[in-house]
């Protein structure tokens, strides 16, 4: 017997087919905003393959405001638009190059970051900081277990890209208690609209 589906219905919990437009302006949005921290070069520190970079910030930034799911997206649209050409990594780095080169695993790692920071967030009962901060530091490990293999793969020598990455640590330090304090002022400041504001999925 057909029934129709009544308003009450639709607000069941389920997978949804498509990104509403909000969904895909703040998708958009924060691909844009990844891409704007690349106007900020990287550096070069102790003789490292890898750039000390203000853009892997981006990443964390868009998990714990947009969620796993909607995070992950705007990292993949931004790695997307860089691979197809546009400069948009630090530097004006753009095209396949980089993600040939020994950056490829902590690039391809900010899906990760994304996708853990949002994760965690989503299902906080409340995003307070001591939660975002959790959020920011597990999603920059998630970077790191991605990126440094890969450049131990790339370097041929595991010990060698683990003190390259060494390196990163005091900035990366920095940028997680940044981000866990920028979105804590975002999730106050917009209560119930940001992820795991209101134990809305990812």
């Known amino acids: 017997m057909h029934t129709e589906k009544t308003p009450d219905d639709e607000n069941e919990p389920g997978p949804r087919r498509t990104l509403p437009a909000a969904d895909l302006a703040t998708t958009v949005v924060f691909a844009g905003f990844i891409a704007v921290l690349g106007v900020f070069p990287g550096l070069y520190l102790g003789g490292g393959s890898v750039p000390v970079v203000l853009q892997n910030a981006g990443p964390l930034l868009a998990g714990c405001v947009l969620g796993a799911r909607r995070g992950a997206a705007a990292v993949v649209l931004f790695l997307a638009l860089t691979a197809i050409g546009l400069p948009l990594l630090s530097g004006g780095r753009g095209g396949i190059a980089p ?64 003190v390259q990455s060494l390196v990163f640590l005091p900035g990366d330090a920095i940028k997680v208690v940044a981000v866990a304090l920028i979105t804590s002022v975002l999730h106050r400041a917009l209560p119930g609209r940001l992820a795991g504001s209101s134990r809305r999925a990812g």
């Open 99 to 162: 993600f040939l080169g020994p950056s490829c695993g902590f690039l391809l790692g900010w899906i990760l970051s994304a996708l853990v920071a949002g994760a965690i967030v989503t299902r906080a009962k409340r995003a307070g900081l001591p939660v975002l901060l959790l959020a920011a530091v597990l999603g920059l490990a998630a970077d790191y277990l991605v990126g440094v293999p890969y450049l131990a793969f790339y370097l041929g020598d595991l010990r060698a890209a683990a």
